[in-house]
């Protein structure tokens, strides 16, 4: 049975909530720069799945972890006073790897497009062969 658009508008107002709560009135430095992505709710608003990002090396994405579970107690009681919520959903923060992987992406693909204009500019490309051609040798006929 479809839930209709509740969920998703509670991970909304939770989303900018959220945002708005890490920049202004969080002040654990080990939090660094995190931007909240996406917020997930569950279909009975009993759980709220946060995805955020982060700047930095892979030790500065684990003090962030770190920082937004010691700071999710806070965090709950300050939605729980901004939002109209009968219960304010369980927070569990995850770290969004789409925008590394995005930026990965990225750079293959800047890295083909330079190759293929180094190619062009300085040497020429190689034809691709198939597999008949490739071979050298010609084909023998098999006697009955």
Aim: aromatic share 4%.
């Amino acid at each position: 049975m479809p839930q209709g658009t509740r969920p998703a508008r509670v991970g909304e107002e939770l989303r900018q909530a959220l945002a708005e709560l890490l920049a202004r009135e969080v002040h654990d430095p080990g939090i660094g720069f995190v931007t909240i992505t996406h917020v997930k709710v569950s279909p009975d608003l009993q759980t709220a799945r946060v995805s955020y990002t982060s700047l930095g090396d892979d030790k500065a994405r684990r003090d962030s972890a770190r920082a937004l579970d010691r700071a999710t107690p806070f965090l709950r009681r300050a939605i729980g006073q901004r939002l109209r919520l009968r219960r304010v959903p369980e927070l569990m923060f995850h770290f969004d790897q789409s925008v590394e992987n995005q930026d990965r992406i990225e750079r293959i693909l800047i890295d083909l497009a330079e190759e293929r204009s180094s190619r062009a500019g300085g040497e020429p490309a190689e034809p691709e062969t198939s597999k008949a051609e490739a071979d050298p040798t010609p084909p023998t006929k098999e006697r009955s």
